[in-house]
Nanobody
Framework: QVQLVESGGGLVQAGGSLRLSCAAS????????MGWFRQAPGKEREFVAG????????KYADSVKGRFPISRDNAKNTLYLQMSSLKPEDTAVYYC???????????????????WGQGTQVTVSS
């Protein structure tokens, strides 16, 4: 089992940047394919980005491709999401998630992830 804690959210103007972090504890972090999701008020939780165990493969939602690179540091047990060129429509609670250890590819469905952090709020003002 793994415990996840996000940080780095906040209020930023459109066009600005934020870096989200997700600190993992418990079972070996490198055992998990990891993902970032977000949920805006009144909307379903949606996939943002995901990364394989070694970081060799990354997958992105079309809405963030080229703006939100995902990365991980397995030595530090930390997942990152570097957010730039932020838009008001990026406003949401952002969650990191870990898939079961047997997962190899990056799932885009929230149901494929077993472990979730508590979320961090990102608000982008226009």
């Amino acid at each position: 089992q793994v415990q996840l804690v996000e940080s780095g959210g906040g209020l930023v103007q459109a066009g600005g940047s934020l870096r989200l972090s997700c600190a993992a504890s418990g079972r070996t972090f490198s055992s998990y394919v990891m993902g970032w999701f977000r949920q805006a008020p009144g909307k379903e939780r949606e996939f943002v980005a995901g990364i394989t165990k070694t970081g060799g493969v990354k997958k992105y939602a079309d809405s963030v491709k080229g703006r939100f690179p995902i990365s991980r540091d397995n030595a530090k047990n930390t997942l990152y999401l570097q957010m730039s060129s932020l838009k008001p429509e990026d406003t949401a609670v952002y969650y990191c998630a870990a898939s079961p250890p047997e997962t190899i590819v990056v799932p885009t469905s929230a149901t494929a992830y077993d472990y979730w952090g508590q979320g961090t709020q990102v608000t982008v003002s226009s």
